[in-house]
């Protein structure tokens, strides 16, 4: 088995630092992981720190899944690349992850918001809507509380459909991303491309698999999880938080390739 590189190294600690922080300070999850732009809690800082936070306990095996594809794939690509290289590449995967991740959040919102144009509702009036606590908008017997939304929906007169709308676009702005698992899925297409004939295996599959088949055979295993609500290198959740996947595999995909085309694949940066 390959020793750990430096950079791979680093990352590791990195993200553990992160990840005890953060389960002694639980707070810290509103501060850096990273929400839709419109949200109250959207921080710009959180475009590169959500990259370093992992589910909390009791799910350790979000972290400790992508830390051992770090580890596996990881020290790999940075013993041929070098340090330098390896972490503009991994970095760059996690930010194409994140950025796939807003643009589907970004063409879902469009899409629900459309259907409620009609209520000619202000900026400010739907900035409010789609950051209330909807768990607090309605008392025990269903009824909706008095207050700024309720009077700003009985104004424009908003119906059941409408406000269904209306609380699945807040859904996407106050659901928040956090992982590695972009940057990995980067990892993991690069890994293919540098070493294709590589035979890999899960667990659950005994028999070794090439790389240039077992990686993509592992992203549409993943994506389709995806849409159920579980992952193999992820924290779970909704079939959108998976497109972040998708993305850094693309991310990384398109990077070797420009690499490969112009011959900058086997230069090192250091």
């Known amino acids: 088995m390959m020793n750990m590189t430096p950079v791979v190294k680093q990352l590791l600690i990195i993200n553990i630092i992160f990840f005890i922080g953060s389960q002694i300070v639980p707070v810290s999850y509103d501060y850096l992981m990273m929400y839709y732009p419109e949200s109250d809690n959207f921080r710009v800082w959180q475009i590169i720190t959500h990259m370093f936070m992992h589910a909390p306990l009791p799910n350790f095996a979000h972290i400790l899944f992508n830390m051992f594809a770090l580890y596996s794939f990881g020290s790999a690509l940075e013993h041929f690349w070098g340090g330098k290289k390896f972490l503009f590449f991994y970095i760059s995967c ?98 293919a491309f540098m070493f294709p004939n590589a035979q890999l295996g899960l667990m659950f599959i005994p028999i070794p698999i090439k790389a240039k088949y077992f990686v993509p055979g592992i992203l549409a295993i993943d994506l389709f999880l995806g849409f159920k609500g579980s992952s193999l290198f992820g924290s779970g959740g909704t079939g959108i938080a998976h497109f972040a996947h998708v993305g850094g595999a693309i991310t990384g995909f398109l990077m070797m390739w420009y690499w490969k085309k112009n011959q900058f694949n086997n230069n090192r940066w250091n």
């Open 94 to 191: 996690g930010l194409g992850a994140a950025l796939l991740h807003t643009g589907v959040n970004y063409l879902q919102l469009q899409s629900l918001l459309s259907s409620v144009s009609d209520l000619n509702l202000s900026k400010s009036e739907l900035h409010l809507i789609l950051n209330a606590d909807y768990s607090s908008l309605f008392d025990a017997s269903g009824k909706m509380v008095q207050g700024d939304i309720a009077a700003i929906l009985n104004k424009v007169h908003c119906t059941q459909e409408q406000f269904n709308a209306l609380a699945q676009s807040s859904a996407i702005v106050q659901s928040p991303v956090l992982g590695a698992s972009g940057a990995i899925y980067g990892l993991l297409t690069a890994f």
